[in-house]
């Protein structure tokens, strides 16, 4: 099985760097649910605390990733079950409308998740070009914002292209079994 | 949930990333035709604006501060630990410290809940270089040593550092972190006499003794600093890219993640803020510098600086400020929850110069006495209402 890396949750370390890399996707996450930023984050805070207190193995990081998200998700109906506010999306009753917003939302920031922690790894200037182009910039727009040449951003973005493509090179690999 | 969630997630991220092969491509259009609901997902999480919103959204959200929070709590075990040891070997020091552990209790002590608004005191917590974790905020006075020799005294509120130097031997660099939970303020002494004053919500990490050319301490937060003068060694203070660097003087940097700006004020002396590759600035006293990450420039105007560091000298000194940002500093310090039945009054601006010790109640009182607004303080909640 591919991913197929066993994580312990053994010390805070590993804590932490799931943190880095989740928090932030599982917040948007859990937003979408409670639709408030700070309940969103009361939320995620308890999930990584109770990540901790039950010292679990995870067999895969399938395993973790589906963990996180499956706990932020309970978590988020019992708040809004407690709150008895108005849930965002209808028919909340049918398991099929709750799962399939699980699935978009998941897939939503999985997808921001894996963008972002690409391109933190590039160098500043690349990462800001890149940043603005995934944002629906052009070129043009670019290189106003930053005040640099547009053949800078031409090629700045030839460069990101090619880091995020070996960066995301584990991703792809799945895309292809996938396939 | 399937695992093919995640692998369409990786997909698109690849597709916003201009990764995909044309066979992928391909593939990724015939997922998208196999039902309108992929269609639409598609649509929507891979269009420009939709980074931008969620980037936007990501923003909003107090990562440091919650790690923070997170941290405490997954570090109370080891603290434990820290603790057994202590009891193991140096037990008759530990009774004359005050902070003895019986080895072996591995129940948690209950969490002193502070009472409603009540105001923030000394509370700090030292992360040392071999991890070990001492809270500040619940023992006595006493002494410890780090690895490389040098002392670490703490007092009722304040730590300091010193390092004999007899030891001509140069050894590795040795890091120490002071964390100030929220409600908490600590004073901290560096081994150069340089004397710090934490702020709540606040963290320095520096080395126990400088060595090299330059003295230099990371801060998130906001910090007062009386350098000791060294004209051969500057003191640099790192703030994310911003740099503030002095040879002997008196300032405060207030650089608050959530006010995402870096402000540095001088009280005395001269310093010099330098953010990456920007033009440095020099400043004279009572002059504040202010950087916005994502500007490509520093600001300098003239401040009061009794008003930018009274809180060192124990009070709120607020001058005309809208009541959401008042109430946003005051949270930092009294452990409080506020809300605003009214958007309105949110942008009321008001001014006070109050005692930091005192309850919050007076304060909103003060408030209230303007007749523009009202202000209920109901546990650790304060709600706000137009009169």
């Known amino acids: ?179 | 949930m399937q695992q093919q969630d995640f692998d369409i997630a990786s997909w698109f991220a690849g597709y916003l990333a201009g990764n995909l092969t044309s066979e992928q491509h391909k593939a990724l259009e015939e997922w998208c035709a196999t039902s309108a609901d992929n269609q639409a997902l598609f649509d929507k999480v891979c269009c420009g604006g939709n980074i931008r919103r969620l980037s936007t959204m990501a923003d909003r959200y107090h990562r440091q501060e919650r790690w923070w929070r997170i941290e405490e709590k997954i570090n109370r075990k080891k603290k434990i630990r820290w603790y057994k040891w202590v009891a193991v070997f140096v037990v008759p020091l530990a009774i004359a410290w005050g902070l003895l552990e019986i080895p072996g209790r591995e129940k948690e002590p209950e969490p002193v809940l502070s009472e409603a608004g009540a105001p923030g005191g000394a509370k700090a917590v030292l992360h040392m270089a071999d991890g070990a974790v001492v809270d500040l905020a619940d023992c006595a006075g006493f002494s410890l040593k780090e690895k490389d020799g040098t002392q670490i005294r703490k007092d009722s509120a304040c730590l300091s550092y010193r390092r004999d130097t007899l030891s001509g031997e140069p050894v590795a660099v040795v890091y120490n972190r002071l964390d100030i939970p929220r409600g908490g303020e600590y004073a901290l002494k560096l081994s150069d006499g340089t004397v710090v004053y934490l702020n709540a919500l606040s963290s320095l990490r520096f080395p126990v003794a400088f060595q090299g050319e330059c003295r230099e301490v990371e801060l998130i937060g906001e910090a007062y600093f009386q350098v000791a003068k060294d004209t051969a060694r500057p003191f640099v203070v790192r703030v994310g890219e911003a740099q503030v660097r002095v040879l002997g003087t008196a300032f405060n940097v207030s650089a608050y993640p959530d006010d995402r700006m870096v402000k540095t004020t001088l009280e005395s002396g001269s310093v010099e803020m330098k953010v990456a590759d920007l033009e440095p600035v020099r400043l004279h006293p009572c002059q504040q510098a202010v950087f916005v990450p994502g500007n490509r420039r520093i600001d300098v105007q003239q401040v009061d600086v009794a008003a930018e560091t009274a809180w060192k000298n124990g009070m709120f000194d607020i001058r005309n400020w809208p009541l959401v940002k008042i109430m946003d500093y005051l949270a930092r310090w009294y452990e409080i929850e506020v809300f605003y039945r009214d958007e309105s009054v949110k942008e009321i601006k008001f001014g006070c110069y109050v005692n930091r010790y005192s309850e919050i109640q007076p304060i909103l009182e003060l408030f209230e006495q303007t007749g523009k607004i009202r202000a209920e303080l109901k546990g650790k909640t304060v709600v706000f209402s137009t009169k």
């Not at chain 1, 990081?61 to 999306?89: D, G, M, W």
């Not at chain 1, 500043?124 to 603005?132: C, F, G, P, S, Y």
């Not at chain 1, 053949?151 to 584990?170: D, M, Q, W």
């Open chain 1, 1 to 179: 099985m591919v991913g197929d890396i066993r994580i312990d949750i053994e010390d805070p370390g590993t804590v932490k760097s799931l943190f880095d890399d989740f928090y932030v996707p599982l917040c948007l996450f859990a937003e979408h649910y409670v639709e408030d930023p700070q309940v969103a984050e009361d939320i995620v805070q308890e999930c990584f605390i109770r990540l901790w207190q039950q010292k679990r193995v995870f067999e895969n990081r399938y395993r973790l990733r589906a963990f996180l998200y499956t706990s932020v998700r309970n978590s988020a109906l019992n708040e809004i079950e407690r709150q008895k506010v108005v849930f965002a999306f209808k028919g909340k009753e049918s398991g099929k409308a709750e799962k399939s917003f699980f699935r978009d939302h998941l897939i939503e920031a999985e997808t921001y998740r894996i963008l972002m922690s690409a391109i933190d790894n590039l160098p500043a200037q690349t990462r800001k070009v890149m940043l603005l182009a995934l944002e629906g910039n052009d070129n043009k727009e670019i290189a106003d914002q930053l005040d640099i040449a547009v053949g800078t951003v031409h090629s700045l973005k030839k460069i990101a292209y090619k880091r995020l493509r070996e960066e995301l090179r584990e991703y792809f690999y799945l895309i292809l079994l996938f396939l």
